[in-house]
């Protein structure tokens, strides 16, 4: 089994920062990428932003500039520094690790409980 502990999610006025960290635990050999997506009732769920264990990064275009993700290898654990924070970042954020549990396993997403983002205006 994996678990993921999602924590910093909460209320801020816009303009203000908030960092979101996601930890891994588990039946986990390796961990291919760990990333953040966000959804707000009624629409689909977006990436925010990946990182893979080499240091690669993606970002949606409305959070360039503004959000970094960042990852401590040793401890399977991701991080989002959101800045400049906007009411259309409100949302539920969730975590997503892309793990094996052995090398010669495939590859598995896991999902996180995800943790609600409000921003104020």
């Known amino acids: 089994q994996v678990q993921l502990v999602e924590s910093g999610g909460g209320l801020v006025q816009a303009g203000g920062s908030l960092r979101l960290s996601c930890a891994a635990s588990?039946?986990?050999?390796?961990?291919?990428?760990m990333g953040w997506y966000r959804q707000t009732p009624g629409k689909q769920r977006e990436l925010v932003a990946q990182i893979t264990t080499g240091g690669s990064t993606n970002y949606a275009d409305s959070v360039k500039g503004r959000f970094t993700i960042s990852r401590d290898n040793a401890k399977n654990t991701v991080y989002l520094q959101m800045n400049s924070l906007k009411p259309e970042d409100t949302a539920v954020y969730y975590c997503l690790v892309t793990f094996r549990v052995a090398l010669i396993a495939g590859w598995d997403n896991y999902w996180g409980q995800g943790t609600q983002v409000t921003v104020s205006s």
């Open positions: 588990g039946s986990i050999f390796s961990i291919r990428a």
